[in-house]
T-cell receptor
Framework: ETGVTQSPTHLIKTRGQQVTLRCSSQ?????VSWYQQALGQGPQFIFQ???????GRGNFPPRFSGLQFPNYSSELNVNALELDDSALYLC????????????????FGQGTRLTVV | AQTVTQSQPEMSVQEAETVTLSCTYD???????LFWYKQPPSRQMILVIR??????QNATENRFSVNFQKAAKSFSLKISDSQLGDTAMYFC???????????????FGKGTKLSVKP
């Protein structure tokens, strides 16, 4: 157990709908990253939040958006769902300090399996 | 842009034997980090081992060790005394340090499915 929890664990949505996935980061961690893992592929970086602000984004369209809250938990929102959005969505939390070239371990949650039909 | 390539989609090994998983990467960076992650059927990514590029010594963690060849941009994982619990997907990942106060993102390969047979 890493202390990173994601909800829900499974979700089925219809094409065109909107979905919100949630991630509770490990205690003391201020950075949350989201990844999309399609079946049979490695995870792809969606975006990262650091101290409530987006801090880096991968090659994903604007309909993928997110939030980080004061307690450092995070949400991933996807609008206008497409069939290709079906994937495992992973959240990873870590701890960083401004001004440091810190590389701490990223702790992953168990993911949310999203199926779009 | 950085890329990570794992050329072995599937591998199998007998329990107690040794297996090596391959990974190559492409980057123009001089300083970076490399990782091997394990993803069992429970789906949770677990860090197996980490290597800093500026360190010449290969990282080891109990039964797990790496062969890091910086010039060749190669980063293989050796699992000794394989156990049934080692059965999982293994992902090689690259990370460039980010100096703005947060951790850089991970770039993953497509993974190698390892099966340990009794």
């Amino acid at each position: 157990e890493t202390g990173v929890t994601q909800s829900p664990t499974h979700l089925i949505k219809t094409r065109g709908q909107q979905v919100t996935l949630r991630c509770s980061s490990q205690s003391g961690h201020n950075t949350v990253s989201w990844y999309q893992q399609a079946l049979g592929q490695g995870p792809q970086f969606i975006f990262q939040y650091y101290r409530e602000e987006e801090n880096g984004r991968g090659n994903f369209p604007p309909r993928f958006s997110g939030l980080q809250f004061p307690n450092y938990s995070s949400e991933l929102n996807v609008n206008a769902l497409e069939l290709d959005d079906s994937a495992l969505y992973l959240c990873a939390s870590s701890s960083s300090q401004a001004g440091e070239t810190l590389n701490t371990e990223a702790f992953f949650g168990q993911g949310t399996r999203l199926t779009v039909v | 842009a950085q890329t990570v390539t794992q050329s072995q989609p599937e591998m199998s090994v007998q329990e107690a034997e040794t297996v090596t998983l391959s990974c190559t990467y492409d980057t123009s960076e001089n300083n970076y980090y490399l990782f091997w992650y394990k993803q069992p059927p429970s789906r949770q990514m677990i860090l197996v081992i980490r290597q800093e590029a500026y360190k010449q010594q290969n990282a080891t963690e109990n039964r797990f060790s790496v062969n890091f060849q910086k010039a060749a941009k190669s980063f293989s994982l050796k699992i000794s005394d394989s156990q049934l619990g080692d059965t999982a997907m293994y992902f090689c990942a690259f990370m460039k340090p980010y100096y703005g106060g947060s951790q850089g993102n991970l770039i993953f390969g497509k993974g190698t499915k390892l099966s340990v047979k009794p």
